[in-house]
């Protein structure tokens, strides 16, 4: 902002001013002519500014000017659905997202994706993506958001996909077709192609019975 002043005596140049922003401390009475704001917030806010003679005598109706502050913020997308970080999914997955922070309105925002190294996709409107064929092992999703403005801000979730199912085996127990005591014992083991041994959970069921829920 640049202020200037006039008096019934001194010059233009002979006088002081002082301001103050939202109501707060009047600064100091200076010479300056130009304020100059930094750091506000998105809001309506008042400057006032006075002025001060050279015999001492204050303005008492300080000029006030009110006026907006909108600094743009990058719409940031917000994942709400899908594999968790550091999850699973299968071959076939999908995510969806919400918008976070921003200044723009809803309308005027589209998405795009990128899984792992592919190309980033056209820009839609879309707040959704299912991904499938996806490839056993880790993977990552980038979400990213652009306003009209062309602001951009993004998100990614690291998950891995495995579609291979485990294998298991008896180690332990009565042979196939072998007779056995009421209360037999039986152990196994097992193999993936992703989950270590001492990860993998088992469930069992005797003859048509329901399965057990699957524990260590």
Do not use: C
């Not at 006088?15 to 939202?22: C, P, V």
């Not at 008492?60 to 907006?68: C, E, G, I, K, L």
């Not at 072998?178 to 193999?191: E, Q, V, Y």
């Amino acid at each position: 902002f640049t202020v200037a002043g006039t008096d019934n005596l001194a010059a233009p140049a002979q006088l002081l001013f002082s301001w103050r922003m939202d109501g707060g401390a009047y600064s100091a009475f200076s010479s300056a002519t130009t304020i100059n704001l930094t750091g506000l917030s998105n809001a309506t806010h008042t400057l006032d500014v006075r002025a001060q003679d050279l015999a001492g005598n204050i303005d008492a109706t300080p000029v006030t000017r009110h006026f907006n502050v909108l600094v743009p913020v990058a719409p940031k997308p917000v994942l709400v659905a899908g594999p968790a970080a550091a999850g699973w999914s299968g071959s076939t997955t999908s995510f969806t997202w919400t918008l976070g922070a921003h200044t723009a309105l809803p309308a005027n925002i589209t998405y795009a994706t990128r899984l792992d190294a592919a190309l980033t996709s056209a820009f839609l409107p879309d707040t959704g993506v299912t991904l499938a064929g996806l490839a056993n092992g880790p993977h990552t999703l980038w979400v990213i958001a652009r306003d009209t403005d062309g602001l951009r801000d993004s998100t990614s979730r690291t998950w891995t996909s495995d579609a291979i199912a485990p294998t298991v085996a008896l180690s332990g127990g009565p042979a196939e077709g072998a007779w056995s005591t009421a209360a037999p014992a039986f152990s196994w083991t097992a193999n993936d192609n992703l989950t270590p041994l001492g990860q993998m959970r088992y469930a069992y069921q005797v003859d048509a019975g329901a399965f057990t829920s699957p524990a260590l």
